[in-house]
């Protein structure tokens, strides 16, 4: 083969074979991020797990200042840590929006540090963002809540920028999938569904 014809083929083949490869950075690129405070993570897991779009859902602790805090650190109340989820999301098949008006129909957003038959810090309720836009979506979502909301209590949901997320133990992790009957049971007898139908009505 000549050398011109040689060089021309593996240019050729160097064009094509590039475009099999994904850019490191591309996968991160394509996802985002949303983390919440809802109260008990293990009830929120199952809530987002069936939206469109998201990929993945991880319980965990946020807003604290303890290092790797271990469940029973952030169940002292001593740590500042808030039971949150984080979900890795495909934002051309959901959006941040989307997520954030879904957010609020899974919690009571009117009590203070408490969710259902959870008290203490660890269970309030917050918008973790994790830039600008993010804080601006979500701080017009508070607002136009506030004029249209079906429930006449103050709402006292927070948003403020994402610290540092720590993942939640092992055994924490999809628990309403590792123990359906101990979750169904636990969700039921906390009142969580009864309370949510008489805030939002039913869904």
Same mark, same amino acid.
């Given at each position: 083969?000549?050398?011109?014809?040689?060089?021309?083929?593996?240019?050729?083949?160097a064009?094509?074979?590039?475009?099999?490869?994904?850019?490191?950075?591309? &996968?991160?690129?394509?996802?985002?991020?949303?983390?919440?405070?809802?109260?008990?993570? &293990?009830?929120?897991? =199952? *809530?987002?797990?069936? %939206?469109?779009?998201?990929?993945?859902?991880?319980?965990?602790?946020?807003?604290?200042?303890?290092?790797?805090?271990?469940?029973?650190?952030?169940?002292?109340?001593?740590?500042?840590?808030?039971?949150?989820?984080?979900?890795?999301? *495909?934002?051309?098949? %959901?959006?941040y929006?989307?997520?954030?008006?879904?957010? &609020?129909?899974?919690?009571?957003?009117?009590? %203070? *540090?408490?969710?259902?038959c959870?008290?203490?810090?660890?269970?309030?309720?917050a918008?973790?963002?994790?830039?600008?836009e993010?804080?601006?979506?979500?701080?017009?979502?508070?607002?136009?809540?506030?004029?249209?909301?079906?429930?006449?209590?103050?709402? %006292?949901?927070?948003?403020q920028?994402?610290?540092?997320?720590?993942? =939640?133990?092992g055994?924490h992790?999809?628990?309403?999938?590792?123990?359906?009957?101990?979750?169904?049971y636990?969700?039921?007898?906390?009142?969580? *569904?009864?309370?949510?139908?008489?805030? &939002?009505?039913?869904?």
């Amino acid at each position: 083969m000549r050398p011109g014809r040689r060089a021309g083929l593996a240019a050729l083949l160097a064009g094509g074979l590039a475009g099999l490869f994904i850019a490191p950075g591309a &996968w991160a690129q394509a996802t985002a991020k949303a983390t919440f405070a809802v109260g008990c993570f &293990w009830c929120v897991e =199952a *809530d987002f797990d069936k %939206v469109p779009g998201v990929l993945s859902t991880t319980s965990g602790y946020i807003g604290g200042t303890v290092p790797n805090p271990s469940y029973e650190q952030v169940s002292s109340k001593r740590t500042g840590h808030a039971e949150a989820v984080e979900i890795v999301f *495909d934002p051309a098949k %959901v959006s941040y929006a989307t997520l954030v008006s879904h957010f &609020w129909r899974t919690i009571d957003p009117t009590t %203070v *540090d408490r969710q259902f038959c959870d008290t203490g810090s660890p269970y309030r309720t917050a918008i973790f963002t994790h830039d600008a836009e993010q804080a601006a979506v979500a701080r017009r979502s508070l607002e136009e809540l506030n004029k249209t909301k079906p429930f006449k209590d103050p709402i %006292v949901t927070t948003v403020q920028p994402a610290t540092t997320f720590y993942p =939640a133990e092992g055994y924490h992790q999809d628990y309403y999938k590792k123990n359906p009957v101990r979750y169904a049971y636990y969700r039921a007898s906390c009142g969580r *569904d009864a309370r949510l139908e008489q805030l &939002w009505g039913r869904r």
